[in-house]
């Protein structure tokens, strides 16, 4: 029969590494929800902006448009095997006329990855 010490050590560990999650958790003071989509703040960060244009250019690619990419309106990541970024982007077609659209990439920083998995119009 294990004694009660031995027993307790895996529940132990398990509680401090769920106090060192929720220590290293996003500044809003609540824990990431695990899956869910977060929003990202800074909009007009260099990453950020690389994912979008991304995102419009290789929309251009599969589609054979031209659309232009202008700005960032919002931005929200997602943790799986990588992070998905969920970008709304507003972009002019070849006659100049913006349009807002919404686009998920897939990225695998440590693979070199990315991918462009939906691009839509955002209804108005």
Same mark, same amino acid.
């Given at each position: 029969? !294990?004694?009660?010490? $031995?027993?307790?050590?895996?529940?132990?560990?398990?509680?401090?590494?769920?106090?060192?999650?929720?220590?290293? =958790?996003s500044?809003?003071?609540?824990?990431?929800? %695990?899956?869910?989509?977060?929003?990202?703040? +800074?909009?007009?960060?260099?990453? %950020? #902006?690389?994912?979008?244009? @991304?995102?419009?250019?290789?929309? +251009?690619? =599969?589609?054979?448009?031209?659309l232009?990419?202008?700005?960032?309106?919002?931005?929200?990541?997602?943790?799986?095997?990588?992070? +998905? *970024? !969920? %970008? %709304? $982007?507003?972009?002019?077609d070849h +006659?100049?006329?913006? =349009?807002? *659209?919404? =686009?998920? $990439?897939?990225?695998?920083?440590?693979?070199? @990855? !990315? #991918?462009?998995?939906? @691009?839509?119009?955002?209804?108005?």
């Amino acid at each position: 029969m !294990r004694s009660l010490p $031995v027993l307790l050590l895996p529940l132990l560990l398990l509680l401090l590494l769920l106090l060192l999650h929720l220590a290293n =958790a996003s500044d809003s003071g609540k824990p990431p929800l %695990v899956g869910g989509w977060q929003p990202i703040k +800074n909009t007009s960060d260099p990453h %950020v #902006q690389e994912i979008a244009s @991304f995102a419009v250019s290789e929309h +251009n690619k =599969a589609k054979q448009t031209d659309l232009v990419f202008q700005k960032v309106v919002k931005a929200e990541s997602q943790v799986v095997a990588g992070t +998905n *970024y !969920r %970008v %709304v $982007v507003e972009a002019k077609d070849h +006659n100049g006329k913006l =349009a807002k *659209y919404e =686009a998920v $990439v897939w990225e695998k920083t440590w693979e070199g @990855f !990315r #991918q462009l998995t939906s @691009f839509k119009p955002v209804k108005s």
